[in-house]
């Protein structure tokens, strides 16, 4: 099973220019990231903590109708945190107004976190929880424990209101990438990390700091991955952009399909694959993400729509 640890919280979209009407929608790059997997037909799960209240009641759902596997959700009494959506378009990466003191997300517990041998995957994002204590400890007791013991991939997901500085992210990033296999991460968190650098050479510089392999997505210019022996690029689907709120974490739960598919979800199989493998695991991280963007939201496709 991949599960996907962290936040899972309530997106609001404005629904009309004068921000009086707004749309609800579930979201959480990790709980994306798991409902991409569930409904891409692999077994995913969800690993964080769910208020009680309305909203979190609305994220239950969303996970059920998924059929994410509920073994590491917990409950709780807090509130549902919230994110205010500036959505994104073909040109614009969207922008995010976090609401989350004291929220169920950031109150996960350690008795909650313990993963079974069911587990292949575990997949966590810098975006929230990752920074926000006292779950951002107990996730970081995830990536430690799980390093050997089955595949951990990251997504920095840069949020700048949450994350701070670039130069404090990066210490941040530093200690995560050294329980990490496989890292996904987009230029434009890059270009926010790591001013004027070429993205391919900090990837490169973060293999030598513990991952496998990075990929990097580059919007409407593909993806590449990064290896120590080779870089492997692949070009955009060319789509008409409505919203890429939830783009990456489709991109990112098509990929990790496609390694289980293949049997290459552990490091030694990841060092094994090849070019053409590569350029098949991104064109379907791909197609993924470019459905995910034709619609409002962080609504990843069914198998059945990439046919």
Do not use: C
């Amino acid at each position: 099973m991949i599960v996907a640890a962290g936040e899972a919280l309530i997106d609001l979209f404005p629904a009309d220019d004068e921000g009086r009407d707004w749309q609800a929608r579930p979201g959480g790059s990790p709980l994306n990231v798991a409902v991409a997997v569930a409904r891409l037909g692999q077994p995913a799960g969800f690993l964080g903590r769910l208020s009680s209240d309305r909203f979190g009641e609305v994220l239950l759902r969303h996970l059920r109708a998924a059929a994410v596997d509920e073994a590491y959700v917990s409950i709780g009494d807090e509130p549902t945190a919230l994110a205010v959506v500036e959505p994104g378009g073909a040109d614009r990466e969207p922008g995010f107004s976090f609401h989350g003191h004291g929220t169920a997300d950031r109150a996960l517990r350690a008795e909650d976190a313990a993963l079974g041998d069911d587990v292949e995957v575990v997949h966590l994002a810098g975006s929230v929880t990752l920074l926000a204590p006292p779950a951002d400890e107990v996730l970081r007791e995830v990536m430690r424990t799980s390093r050997g013991r089955r595949l951990v991939t990251l997504d920095p997901n840069v949020r700048p209101t949450i994350a701070g500085s670039p130069e404090a992210l990066r210490l941040h990033v530093d200690e995560w990438l050294a329980a990490t296999d496989l890292v996904k991460v987009s230029r434009a968190d890059l270009a926010w990390l790591e001013p004027g650098a070429d993205p391919l050479d900090v990837a490169a510089a973060w293999l030598r700091k513990g991952p496998a392999v990075v990929v990097v997505t580059r919007g409407g210019d593909g993806s590449v991955a990064v290896t120590p022996e080779r870089s492997v690029e692949v070009p955009a689907h060319p789509i008409e952009v409505v919203d890429t709120v939830g783009a990456g974490d489709s991109f990112m739960g098509g990929l990790l399909v496609w390694l289980s598919e293949h049997e290459a979800i552990d490091r030694p199989a990841l060092g094994a694959l090849g070019d053409a493998d590569w350029r098949a695991a991104l064109d379907f991280a791909g197609r993924v993400a470019a459905i995910t963007s034709q619609r409002v939201g962080a609504d990843p496709p069914h198998r059945d729509e990439l046919d």
